[in-house]
Each structure stands twice: as C-alpha cells, then as structure tokens.
C-alpha cells in the first residue's frame, strides 16, 4: 500500500493520485492542508518541504519514494 501525504490544493497531489488510480494501486491519503502539526510531522519523517510526499507503506524515512516526479 502507497501512503501519500497532500494537499487539497496541490496540482502535483492530484497527478499523483490520478496516476495511482490509473494503475488501480491502493494507497492511502494523509492531506494536511489544514493541519499544520501533522504536515510538520511529516516535513520531519521525510526531510522534505514539498508535497505530495509518497511512501511506499508506512509513512518512514526508509519507504519515502520522494514526490511525483520521484514516482
């Protein structure tokens, strides 16, 4: 299962789901647009500032795939 981290806002979040949904991957979605705590939470498991940060299962620095060009 993919884990991905987005925003509601996010051009790149909404490719990335639609390239999964494509390849019917199962994944599930973490969307921080409105919850600062939690998407500092996952600046700090990831390194990165951007989104969609994209897992590959649980959200930890060894499964991080990076973003959507990373994919």
Known sequence: M??????????????AKDFLDSLEKEYTEIEVSSDRKIYEKYQEISGMRTVPQIFDGEATKENLIGGYDDM
Do not use: Q, R
């Open 2 to 15: 993919i884990t991905l981290v987005t925003k509601n806002y996010c051009p790149y979040c909404k490719a």
